[in-house]
C-alpha cells in the first residue's frame, strides 16, 4: 500500500512539473508540443488559444514558418495548431536525434509574436536497407581462419529503437558474422572467416546478411554476400592514410577534384592492381561527390551548400585483383562562404496608421535572417532616414517597427518605410523590404481663412440677391474633415436679425445679399462668418467681414430756404439741366420774396439759396446757377455759396417785381437737382414793397390756404376794433351829457387821470385817435391789408372848446377818450407777412 502510494505521489510531482513547465514556457512567449510523423493533413497539434489564453479568433492570428515550406497551419475558429502537410521525420531532420520544427504565431491585433516548437517523433516507417543489394568478396584460399572482413553497412533513418538494432548472418558454415560498436555508437557488422577456405572444395559461397529494427512490428533489411575464392595473394594494398581531412569552400565549382587518396600493392600483376571504391556513404553524399575507381580522385559532382550541409564522412575502399583490401576515411569539412544575403519577411504590417496613434505603436513585425553562419550569418537592420519609425527587436531574428513619435498627416500622408539588412561578411550581402504605409486622417486641423480679415464695397439700392463676395476657407484635413462648410454668426442691424440682411451659401462660402441696402441708412455691416469642418467633433474658426456701401447718387438735392410752396409741380426751369426735375420727374419748386434796395450797390446779398443733398461725397457736393431771370444782368447766384446778389447798381427803368430760378445740382452721375424761386422786389420801404406786391397781385391768382386764414385774421381784428370804437362812444356821449350838467374842469388838471391805455402803439409809433370813422381795406395778399382811421371823414365830431394856438396840444374827452386838437388824421397800418 505504501508502495502504491510513493508511486502515485511521484506521477503527480512528475505530472505537476510538466504543467509548470509548459506554463512557463507560455508565460515567456513560446509554446512546446509534440506530435509523431506521418499525421494525415489537419491532425491535431495543440490548442494555441488555451494554452495563450487568447481571443485568437476577434484578434486575428496566423502561422508562419522560418523556411519556404509550411507544416503547419492555425484554425481560425477553435484557435487549434493543425499540421498542413504530411511529415516525413527523416526527410528533415536526417541525421538529427530530435527533430523539432520552429514556426511563429502572429496576432495581428496585438503586433506580437510567439514562438512554436514542435518536435516530431519517430515511427518505425523505414525498414534497414543497404547500399548494395549484392556484395561480392574475393578471399584467398590461403586466408587464416579468424580473419575479418567489414561488411557493408546497413542504413535506417529511424531513430531510437525504431533504428538500426541487429544483424544476422545465414547460409554458409566458413563464416560468421561479428558486429562492433564503433566510437559513434554504430553496428559495424564484420564478416568472420570461421573455417579455412578451399577453392577446389568450393570456388564461391552464397551468404545472406540481415538487418533489423528495433520497432514492433520488427522491419528487416537484407544483401546477399557472395565471396570467391582466389589462388594465394601475399600483399594487401595500404592507403598513404588511415583519416584523410579536407576542406573545401561552398563555392567550390562542380567537377573540381577535391581530394585523391592513395593505397599501394607491392604485388605484381592483377595481385598488384589495386581499384578503389566507396565502403561506406551516405544517399546524400552518393549524389554529391564520385570517387574514380582508378585513381582514387573523388570529384564534386553536385554544388555543395554549407547551409544544407556542412560536413561529410566517407569510407573508402582499395582492394587488389587478388581480393586484399585496405579501408581509409575521408572527412570532408564544407566552409561557410557569404553566398546568401539575408532575408526580410514582413510577418505582419499595417497597411494604414491613424496619425495621432501613441509613440511606439507596431506598424510591422518583421522577420530577418542569413543562411550563412558566423560573421557571415551576424545581421545588422536598419530604417532609411527621415521617417518617423524606429527598429526594435521582439523575439531572436524578429524586429518590430514601431513610431518613434507622433504622426502629421498633413506633412506626409504616406510613408514607404525602407528596412535594410546587412549581414557581416565580406563585402557585405544587403537586402532590404518597403513597407507601404498611409496615414489616415484625424480632425486635429480648423479651417484657415486666405485672408485674416474680408471687406468688400457694395453700392446702395443693389438687387435683392446679388453676390457681395465670397470667402474662402481650407482645412488641411482630408475626406469629411477637410468639408468646409460656412454660415453666419448670430448678430442684430438695426434692431433685426443680421441674417435678413445677409446670408452665406453654405458650400461655397458666397456672400449675398437678402434686401436692398440704402447708404442713407446703413454706411456698413459689420459681421462674422464661421467656417466648420465636417469632423467630429467638428473643428471651426471665424473671420470678420466688412461689407461698405457704397453711395449712388439716388438722393435729388434738397432746397432748405426759401421755403417750399405750397404744392408740387415744375418750376421755371426745372427742365434745365443733367437730372434736373420736372413735371414728369417729379420736382419741386420753391418760392420766395425778398427785398432789395433800388439803391443798392453792385455785389449787394439779397438773399442766399441754401440745400442740402442726402447722398455723399461728390454726389453731395451742390452747385448753384442762375437759371432763368426776368432782368437777366441784375443778379448773380455764387456758384459754390447759393448767394444771390446784385449784378449791377438797379435802374430805373427795371422793373420793381424780378422772378428768380436758381437750379441746384449735384455733382453725381447722373446729376440730380432741384429748383428754388425766388421772387425779388426793389423797394425803398415795406410800405412800398407790400403796395408793389398788392398792385402786382392777379385776381385770377388762386388763393391758399395761408390768405384764408389772413383774411379770417383781419376780419376778426377788425370786428374787435369796431366794438372798441362803439364802446368809446357811448362813453363819450355819457361824458358829454355830463359836462352839460356839470362844470368844466380846469385846464391844468385836464391831462391827469388820463390812463395810459388811451395811447395805442402801432409799428412803433403812438398816436391820438381823433376820430372814430375809419376805412378797412383788404387784399388778395394779407401782407398789403391795411385799416386807416380819419378824422375829416367824421361828421359827428364834437368841439370841445374853440381850437388853441399849438396844433398838437392834447384835451381830455370825458374819462376814456383824448382827441388831438388839429384834427389830424392817424393811420394804422398793419402788416402781416
Not at 356 to 367: E, Q, R
Amino acid at each position: 500500500m505504501v508502495v502504491r502510494e510513493g508511486r502515485y505521489g511521484r506521477r503527480q510531482r512528475a505530472l505537476l512539473c510538466c504543467v509548470l513547465v509548459a506554463a512557463w514556457e507560455a508565460a515567456r512567449g513560446q509554446l512546446r508540443y509534440s506530435v509523431p510523423e506521418e499525421l494525415p493533413k489537419g491532425s491535431f497539434v495543440g490548442d494555441v488559444a488555451k494554452d495563450l489564453a487568447l481571443e485568437l479568433a476577434a484578434l486575428g492570428a496566423r502561422v508562419v514558418s522560418p523556411g519556404r515550406a509550411q507544416y503547419f497551419a492555425l484554425h481560425a475558429s477553435s484557435g487549434h495548431l493543425v499540421t498542413a502537410e504530411r511529415i516525413d521525420r527523416e526527410q528533415l531532420c536526417d541525421v538529427v536525434q530530435q527533430c523539432v520544427l520552429r514556426c511563429e504565431l502572429i496576432v495581428e491585433g496585438e503586433m506580437k509574436v510567439y514562438a512554436i516548437e514542435v518536435e516530431i517523433t519517430d515511427i518505425n516507417d523505414n525498414a534497414p536497407s543497404f547500399r548494395e543489394a549484392e556484395i561480392e568478396l574475393k578471399m584467398s584460399e590461403v586466408t587464416a581462419p579468424g580473419s575479418r572482413f567489414p561488411l557493408p553497412e546497413a542504413h535506417d533513418p529511424d531513430v531510437g529503437v525504431n533504428s538500426l538494432q541487429s544483424y544476422a548472418l545465414s547460409g554458409d558454415e566458413h563464416f560468421s558474422l561479428s558486429v562492433q560498436a564503433g566510437a559513434d555508437g554504430e553496428k559495424r557488422p564484420e564478416l568472420v572467416l570461421a573455417k579455412a577456405l578451399d577453392r577446389e572444395e568450393a570456388a564461391f559461397h552464397e551468404l545472406l546478411l540481415r538487418a533489423s529494427d528495433g520497432g514492433d512490428p520488427a522491419r528487416t533489411g537484407t544483401a546477399r554476400i557472395r565471396v570467391a575464392v582466389l589462388d594465394a595473394n601475399d600483399n594487401a594494398p595500404a592507403f598513404s592514410q588511415a583519416v584523410y581531412t579536407v576542406r573545401v569552400p561552398e563555392d567550390v565549382p562542380v567537377g573540381s577534384t577535391l581530394l585523391t587518396v592513395t593505397a599501394t600493392d607491392p604485388d605484381d600483376g592483377t595481385n598488384g592492381d589495386v581499384k578503389y571504391s566507396l565502403n561506406k556513404i551516405t544517399q546524400k553524399a552518393s549524389k554529391i561527390f564520385h570517387l574514380e575507381s582508378k585513381t582514387g580522385a573523388i570529384r564534386l559532382v553536385r554544388n555543395l551548400d554549407f547551409e544544407e550541409w556542412n560536413s561529410y564522412e566517407l569510407e573508402l575502399q582499395a582492394r587488389d585483383g587478388g581480393g586484399l583490401f585496405d579501408t581509409a576515411k575521408v572527412s570532408i569539412s564544407v566552409t561557410d562562404v557569404n553566398d546568401n544575403a539575408p532575408e526580410i519577411s514582413v510577418r505582419s504590417a499595417l497597411s494604414e496608421i491613424s496619425e495621432d496613434a501613441a509613440p511606439g505603436t507596431v506598424v510591422a513585425l518583421l522577420h530577418v535572417q542569413d543562411r550563412d553562419s558566423g560573421a557571415n550569418g551576424e545581421v545588422r537592420c536598419s530604417l532609411g532616414e527621415g521617417v518617423p519609425f524606429r527598429l526594435e527587436r521582439a523575439l531572436d531574428d524578429y524586429y518590430s517597427v514601431v513610431t518613434a513619435r507622433e504622426l502629421d498627416r498633413e506633412r506626409a500622408s504616406e510613408y514607404n518605410v525602407t528596412v535594410r539588412a546587412a549581414d557581416g561578411g565580406s563585402p557585405a550581402l544587403r537586402s532590404g523590404a518597403v513597407l507601404a504605409l498611409r496615414v489616415l486622417d484625424v480632425n486635429d486641423n480648423a479651417p484657415v481663412f486666405a485672408e485674416a480679415r474680408y471687406s468688400a464695397r457694395l453700392p446702395e439700392n443693389n438687387a435683392e440677391g446679388a453676390l457681395v463676395l465670397t470667402v474662402r476657407a481650407w482645412d488641411a484635413d482630408w475626406g469629411q474633415n477637410a468639408r468646409v462648410r460656412y454660415r453666419l454668426r448670430e448678430g442684430r442691424l438695426r434692431g433685426a436679425p443680421l441674417s435678413s440682411y445677409v446670408s452665406v451659401q453654405a458650400e461655397t462660402g458666397a456672400l449675398y445679399a437678402l434686401r436692398s441696402f440704402d447708404y442713407e441708412e446703413v454706411r456698413e455691416v459689420e459681421l462674422w462668418v464661421r467656417a466648420e469642418d465636417g469632423g467630429a467633433p467638428p473643428l471651426s474658426s471665424n473671420v470678420s467681414v466688412r461689407l461698405l456701401i457704397a453711395d449712388e447718387n439716388d438722393n435729388a438735392p434738397q432746397v432748405l430756404y426759401p421755403p417750399a410752396a405750397p404744392g408740387p409741380g415744375p418750376g421755371p426751369g426745372s427742365g434745365s439741366g443733367v437730372g434736373a426735375w420736372g413735371s414728369a420727374s417729379g420736382a419741386w419748386s420753391w418760392a420766395g420774396v425778398e427785398l432789395a434796395p433800388r439803391s443798392a450797390e453792385p455785389g449787394a446779398l439779397v438773399a442766399k439759396v441754401v440745400a442740402v443733398d442726402a447722398d455723399a461725397g461728390q454726389n453731395a457736393w451742390l452747385s448753384y446757377e442762375l437759371a432763368k431771370a426776368t432782368e437777366p444782368g441784375l443778379f448773380r447766384v455764387g456758384l459754390h455759396s447759393g448767394e444771390v446778389r446784385t449784378a449791377r447798381s438797379p435802374l430805373a427803368r427795371d422793373a420793381a417785381r424780378h422772378s428768380l430760378v436758381v437750379v441746384v445740382k449735384d455733382r453725381g452721375r447722373p446729376a440730380l437737382s432741384a429748383t428754388a424761386t425766388l421772387t425779388v422786389v426793389l423797394a425803398e420801404s415795406v410800405a412800398e414793397l407790400l403796395s408793389e406786391l398788392g398792385s402786382a397781385a392777379a385776381p385770377a391768382e388762386p388763393a391758399g390756404s395761408l390768405t384764408r386764414w389772413l383774411v379770417l385774421a383781419v376780419a376778426a381784428v377788425s370786428c374787435l376794433f369796431l366794438a372798441f370804437l362803439l364802446l368809446l362812444l357811448a362813453l363819450r356821449l355819457r361824458r358829454w351829457r355830463r359836462s352839460r350838467l356839470l362844470p368844466p374842469p380846469s385846464a391844468g388838471a385836464a391831462l391827469r387821470g388820463v390812463p395810459a391805455s388811451h395811447f395805442v402803439g402801432i409799428d412803433g409809433v403812438r398816436a391820438f385817435l381823433r376820430s372814430y370813422s375809419h376805412d378797412v381795406s383788404l387784399t388778395a395778399d394779407s401782407r398789403k391789408s391795411q385799416l386807416r382811421c380819419a378824422g375829416g371823414s367824421c361828421c359827428d365830431t364834437l368841439p370841445a372848446r374853440p381850437p388853441s394856438d399849438v396844433s398838437d396840444a392834447l384835451v381830455p374827452m370825458g374819462d376814456d377818450m383824448v382827441v388831438n386838437r388839429d384834427h389830424s388824421s392817424t393811420e394804422l397800418l398793419y402788416r402781416l407777412l
